[in-house]
């Protein structure tokens, strides 16, 4: 039986703009989402550059492969299409999202130890504002995350906020500068927890997560969903169909009429130079929250 929010995690939610819940897989379905991704990263090696599935730390080498991303891991390997659609998942959030639910999009952030990359605070909702905003980032971390190896760190009740400036240099970076926008960074709670917690958090929720300063690995599977009332602003991504956007419905019945609600819109433009993944598009950040991998005396680009 999938499990089912309680009515305090879903309060928790509401109110704080995210929620946990423990041991939300099955043990057969984690140890086989684990043995899969250790074969997907060894298949990253004799590449020499990023393609459209791995995202490669700038430290790579084709003999000693460093994946820092899957991208969109549910186009290229079944097992992870079939897990996005699971009851799992969606039983656990159709009461936030409702009968209705569209996959936005899906990665798998990997924080390799001793050098897995910071990423800066942001808002999902900054990159692809809809026209509602009844949406989540539900995560799955692959291993036990505790305070030193990079847990997803989230400002409660930022959800409730406005949408923060994103740009830096004249571009969109996907990332708030801390020194223009002065925030509570300090309230920011970090998410932990045993291999197979879950986490969900609001696509208005500022969120970003330190260096891997441990030894240990922190793989964390991320899946977008949206009400399937709550159309992208920027519309159709290059070469989607209705089609396409209609498959994506992994719950419930599409619809032709988008909800239009009263939301904040800021919208992630112009587009950087060289725009691609998160980690980077947050290169030209001007004044970086996290520390990077050079920075930390403990924690060397090349670990033993
Ligand atoms: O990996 C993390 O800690 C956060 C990642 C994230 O927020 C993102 O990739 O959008």
Known sequence: MATKLSKTQMEQ???????????????????????????????????????????????????????????????????????????????????????????????????????????????????????????CAVGIYLDDVAEDNGPMMIIPRSHKGPIIDHNSKGFFCGAIDPIKSPLDYDSAIPLMGPAGTMTIHHVRTIHGSALNHSQKPRRLLLQGYFAADAWPIRGFRPGQTLDDFNALVVRGEPTLEPRLANVPVRMPYPEAPHQGSIYENQHILENRFFESVGEHKDITAEPA
């Open 13 to 135: 939610y509401n109110e704080e703009g995210f929620t946990l819940v423990e041991s939300a897989l099955p043990p057969n379905m984690l140890s086989e989402m684990l043995r899969l991704t250790d074969e997907v990263v060894e298949g990253a090696s004799g590449l020499a550059d990023d393609d459209d599935r791995y995202d490669l730390e700038e430290t790579h080498t084709p003999d000693k492969p460093r994946v820092r991303r899957l991208k969109s891991p549910f186009e290229h390997w079944p097992f992870f299409n079939d897990f996005l659609r699971s009851p799992e998942v969606l039983d656990i959030i159709e009461p936030l999202m409702g009968p209705n639910i569209r996959l936005y999009n899906n990665k798998m952030n990997m924080k390799a130890p001793g050098y897995g990359a910071a990423v800066e605070w942001h808002q999902d909702w900054a990159f692809y504002p809809h026209t509602n905003d009844v949406g």
